[in-house]
């Protein structure tokens, strides 16, 4: 008899999983949302033929701008830290402005906002990001480190008239680079909005002056440049909350 | 007793589960009455992205991708009842076509070479340069094509419903005996969506990897010689730079690269479909899945040995104007490519051999059904 009425509850479970309504959950909680723009030389990240000049007046072209960014976490004021498993892909150029969306975090005060330009420590090896084509297709070579890449900057450069092609494919521990937004801010509004604005000069101007040449034509298994730009990315980001 | 409460649980539990999702096969019930076709996915293949591609109104179910598989070898979707799809998609080939450019009625010659037909479900572009957007507009072409099928929907709906035994197979399929144009791609969708290889030394390599803790221990439990890691370590380096269009379980990215093949390339590949002149050149990058069994090679079947591909890559890119960022180095430099010496491409040759999956070709599943 027991077990019939266990059948009966196990059933009922079920029932109830399926009514439309959603159970509220108990803590009241929002969406946040990251706004990314993609800027170079002071504009959007829109035109593919357009010519820059580089830091040693180099002519440059950018054909693909495509990078993950991983783990947000949101630090309470307590000094507790939600972790979110967050993984987002970016196609800079097909979409020049990118809105990524965390969901559902409880409502409150928070101190400190942190993600990941790349994958994060724990999930940049083999299989560490879900089994999707898109993270796939990102993957590191296993022979070089393995886990994923971080981004891919491409484009083509003019060396004494000729043109020849830069790649700018970073991956591998430690070289992602961790941001933090250091603001209290409240999210128990409906407005929990934030810009991220990524500037592609970085890559270039700082902290290390990089001259786009003929060396950037394939840098994965040059460990000293994959440095080189590592400590370039670390300000890459200009994190601010839109206010309304 | 105790079985029959487990049994009645899974059954409730299943009636609830069945009720609450919002299933669209659910909402076509008028159309698709028969059971769902339950695909096995490889170990490491994404589940998701395979899902993914499948159109809302066109599920996979057992009857459709029967009726699937008998157009797809029944030459009654020719105009004059000669060729099937199976005539230039031949199993033995992974359904490629060992000729550079198959034939069409009346022995018509095509203009491009005909791509294998393999995991297909994990694309959401075909032919080479990606015009079609899924597998049913995929279909319509090569049957209304001039130089292919050459035939009518308007006669090939006639044929069908004269048929002794496809209208009963459209009912069994769709609900009711109604033979549409719309209905011959979907089943044709269907079936070339189960066509799934997922068991190659490839497959057993990546998994290797996935569970191992070395390299070298990933290489014995795949069985590797040699001459295969070395091709493999080469496939994964800048200098061969393979890996960043064919690695994955697929053996392709499933995106449109320029691999240096023509100098001028104005206008043609994804070019010509996007009006974009930035995809002027490109074309989709194939699988090297069973590569042995799918020459000739390239769009235009240009290559007849992978040896050849092999040396093309080597030394005679050319340098287009949109070709793949990471050749284009190799293209202007002095030995017209990647510079593999002897050994590199006997290596990188037996590295491919690994992409052979023999129980794909011999699936009972995929043969004629007549």
Partial sequence: ?244 | MKSFLVLAFVIISIVFIQSCVDDPIDKKKDEITNSPFIPIIPEGFSSSDFFKNIPVDNPLTVKGVELGRMLFYDPILSKDGSISCNSCHHLNNSFSDNKKFSLGVNNTPGIINAMPLINLAWSSSFFWDGRATSLEQQAIEPILSVIEMHETSANVIEKLKNHADYPNKFKNAFGDGEITFERVTKALAQFQRTLISGNSRWDVLLNAIKSSETLDSAFLKAGLNQSEIAGFQLFKTEQAECFHCHDTHLGTSNLFEDNGLNENTDGTGHGAVTGNPNDDGKFKVPTLRNIRLTAPYMHDGRFKTLEEVVEFYSSDMKNSKNLNTFLQDDAQGSEGGLGLSPIQQKNLIAFLELFSDTTFVNNPAYKNPF
């Fill in chain 1, 1 to 244: 008899m027991k077990k019939i009425f266990s059948i009966i509850f196990a059933s009922s479970l079920f029932l109830s999983a399926c009514k439309e309504d959603e159970p509220k959950p108990e803590v009241p909680s929002s969406d946040i949302t990251f706004t990314i723009n993609n800027i170079i030389q002071g504009e959007s990240l829109t035109d593919l033929r357009k010519i820059y000049l580089g830091e040693n007046g180099e002519k440059y072209s950018v054909s693909k701008f495509q990078y993950l960014i991983s783990a947000i976490s949101f630090k309470r004021l307590d000094g507790t830290i939600l972790e979110t498993n967050s993984i987002s892909y970016i196609d800079a150029i097909k979409n020049p402005t990118n809105n990524i969306v965390v969901k559902n975090i409880p409502d409150g005060e928070y101190s400190e906002i942190t993600f990941y330009f790349g994958v994060d420590l724990k999930r940049n090896k083999n299989g560490g990001l879900p089994n999707e084509d898109i993270y796939n297709n990102f993957d590191w070579p296993v022979t070089n480190g393995g886990g994923y890449h971080f981004c891919q900057l491409e484009g083509n450069f003019d060396d004494n008239g000729t043109s020849r092609p830069y790649n700018i494919h970073l991956g591998k521990n430690p070289n992602q680079a961790k941001f933090t937004y250091a603001e209290t801010f409240s999210t128990n509004n409906v407005f929990n909005k934030f810009i991220l604005d990524l500037n592609i000069d970085e890559f270039f101007k700082g902290p290390n002056k990089v001259v786009i040449n003929k060396n950037l034509g394939a840098i994965m298994e040059n460990d000293s440049l994959q440095n080189v730009f590592a400590q370039n990315i670390k300000d890459i980001f200009k994190i601010s909350q839109l206010v309304e």
